[in-house]
């Protein structure tokens, strides 16, 4: 799945900082959903916005959607993630029987005027994902001078990939490794180099 240049991911796309406070370490949130590249005009009976169409898909998932997006439970293993496109369309991932799905999407949303990819991988297993990643950065017994957490820099669910990326300040096969050995091996999570965000 390519993007060109401009992209809003929709689908609670989020950065997990470490950093270090008296007592140890702590979690920030930076969600990508901030920076709206592009706009979408077209909102009315007939043609609802992208943006209508995926709050109308989360509420379907649950109305407290908001409040539960970092929940895996709170998404249907079919569901891959959604975004909109460089031409504002509504694009909805998803596993498994694609035409199904379709059809299934298109009586949640009351219009067919979105896009359905196919993916290898559900957005319940990302967030599991990050949740198991969020567990070994908030666990106090792991030592500061572990490989990770000397270089971690963030991690976030790419929708338009299909995985978890792992910013490393530094990659290679010491740090990797540990990370696969002491928190993941799934093959759902791509490392990238990448540097500290900077304090605002």
Same mark, same amino acid.
């Given at each position: 799945?390519?993007?060109?240049?401009?992209?809003?991911?929709?689908?609670?796309?989020?950065?997990?900082?470490?950093?270090?406070?008296?007592?140890?370490?702590?979690?920030?949130?930076?969600?990508?959903?901030?920076?709206?590249?592009? /706009? @979408?005009?077209?909102?009315? +009976?007939?043609?609802?916005?992208? %943006? !209508?169409?995926?709050?109308?898909?989360? #509420?379907?998932?649950?109305?407290?959607?908001?409040?539960?997006?970092?929940?895996?439970?709170?998404?249907?293993?079919?569901?891959?993630?959604?975004?909109?496109?460089?031409?504002?369309?509504?694009?909805?991932?998803?596993?498994?029987?694609?035409?199904?799905?379709?059809?299934?999407?298109?009586?949640?949303?009351?219009?067919?005027?979105?896009?359905?990819? /196919? @993916?290898?991988?559900?957005? +319940?297993?990302?967030?599991?994902? %990050? !949740?198991?990643?969020?567990?070994?950065? #908030?666990?106090?017994?792991?030592?500061?001078?572990?490989?990770?957490?000397?270089?971690?820099?963030?991690?976030?669910?790419?929708?338009?990939?299909?995985?978890?990326?792992?910013?490393?300040?530094?990659?290679?096969?010491?740090?990797?490794?540990?990370?696969?050995?002491?928190?993941?091996?799934?093959?759902?999570?791509?490392?990238?180099?990448?540097?500290?965000?900077?304090?605002?």
């Amino acid at each position: 799945m390519k993007a060109t240049t401009f992209f809003l991911l929709i689908s609670m796309s989020w950065i997990f900082f470490n950093s270090c406070n008296q007592s140890g370490r702590q979690r920030s949130e930076a969600s990508s959903s901030d920076s709206v590249a592009g /706009s @979408v005009t077209a909102n009315s +009976k007939d043609n609802p916005s992208a %943006m !209508d169409l995926h709050e109308k898909l989360m #509420i379907s998932f649950s109305e407290d959607w908001m409040e539960r997006e970092s929940d895996p439970n709170l998404y249907p293993d079919y569901y891959g993630g959604s975004f909109i496109d460089n031409n504002g369309t509504f694009v909805i991932t998803v596993t498994g029987n694609r035409e199904q799905h379709i059809k299934q999407l298109i009586d949640i949303l009351g219009t067919d005027n979105f896009n359905v990819e /196919s @993916v290898k991988y559900s957005y +319940k297993q990302m967030m599991q994902e %990050m !949740d198991r990643i969020d567990a070994f950065l #908030i666990d106090t017994t792991i030592p500061e001078n572990h490989p990770v957490m000397t270089h971690f820099a963030g991690a976030y669910p790419d929708v338009m990939e299909n995985s978890v990326k792992v910013i490393l300040t530094v990659v290679n096969k010491e740090i990797t490794d540990a990370f696969r050995n002491d928190i993941s091996n799934s093959p759902l999570v791509v490392f990238e180099q990448g540097e500290l965000p900077g304090l605002f």
